[in-house]
Structures are given as structure tokens and as C-alpha cells.
């Protein structure tokens, strides 16, 4: 096991309000809320490959949103997905957790809703999101930005994915 991956086994092990404490203490912003599990009780820990998410105005969308980004991760990662929270569009859907679970990607935080989760509850692909709408992205929104930093309501975001190997603050 790398030292990376033994770090990461470790911080799993601990519960949220543990690390919420230990962030306050550090004087860190101590996390952020409203992104629960949408599927059964799962715990993750990981290195953030980040993406950023707008709408798409008209323009064509290119590829598959995300998946240049989840092939960029690895099995120590977890997508950060930004979305500005939006509900009424879905960011984060069955075809990318079939790409990022062949990925052994740990997960996904997405600050914005999702869709599929019956099929990521079949894969065992942990995912977290403000909430779940059937609204596909095709045509909707388009990938701005990945492996660079995001926000999460109060809370920055660096990716650290194996083509970025340090931490940015």
C-alpha cells in the first residue's frame, strides 16, 4: 500500500463531526453540509479530482461531459463536481458512474443534483449530491474547468489527481 493510499484508509476511518473538529481547530472552514448519500450509508475518502459545470448556451456541448476528467482519476481520487447547487438539472448521472466505478474512483461529492443512483446502488459507486432530478445534462450544461480549484458553497476545492501531485491552497 503507497503512503498516500494508507493516509487515505486512515482518514476514512474517522467519522465527520471528528474531522469537522479537527478543521475548526485548525482554524480550516469546517466542511460543507446539505450533500447527502444519495443511496444507503457509504463513507469515502480521497484525493479531489475537481470539475466545474455551467450551462450550455447554445453552443454544442463536445464530448461527454466528465469524461476526460474521470479518466484523468484514479483509484485514489474522488470527483468533486461544481454546480452551483443547481437542482433542476442533473450533473452527475449512470454513464459516468460506470466510467469512474471502472476507474475504481472512490466517489462523488457534485454540489448540484444527480440522476441513476439505482445504477450506482448497483455498482457500489458512492455518490453525494444536493439532490436527485431526471434531468439529463445533454444539452444543458458543459464542463468549464477540471483539476482546478472549485467552490462548494463556502468551501475551495484543489484537485490533486495523479497528473497534479500537490496540494494547492
Known amino acids: ?25 485548525c482554524g480550516l472552514p469546517p466542511g460543507q453540509g446539505g450533500l447527502p448519500p ?12 475537481t470539475v466545474e459545470l455551467e450551462p450550455l448556451n447554445g453552443d454544442h456541448a463536445g464530448a461527454h461531459i466528465l469524461t476526460d476528467a474521470i479518466a484523468q482519476a484514479g483509484p485514489e481520487n474522488v470527483m468533486v463536481i461544481a454546480n452551483g447547487g443547481r437542482a433542476d438539472v442533473s450533473c452527475w448521472g449512470g454513464i459516468v ?3 469512474a466505478a471502472m476507474r475504481s474512483i472512490r466517489g462523488v461529492v457534485a454540489d448540484g443534483a444527480c440522476r441513476d443512483t439505482g445504477q450506482a446502488r448497483e455498482l457500489g459507486f458512492p455518490v ?27 468551501v475551495t476545492v484543489a484537485s490533486r489527481t495523479p497528473s497534479c501531485r500537490t496540494w494547492r491552497s
Do not use: C, H, N
Open 1 to 25: 500500500m503507497t503512503a498516500d493510499a494508507d493516509l487515505l484508509e486512515q482518514y476514512a476511518a474517522l467519522d465527520t463531526a471528528t474531522v469537522s473538529d479537527a478543521l475548526d481547530i
Open 38 to 49: 444519495m443511496w444507503g450509508r457509504p463513507r469515502i475518502a480521497g484525493f479531489a479530482a
Open 97 to 99: 458512474s460506470v466510467g
Open 128 to 154: 453525494f449530491a444536493r439532490a436527485q432530478v431526471p434531468v439529463t445534462a445533454r444539452g444543458r450544461l458543459r464542463q468549464k474547468s477540471a483539476a482546478a480549484p472549485v467552490r462548494l458553497g463556502q
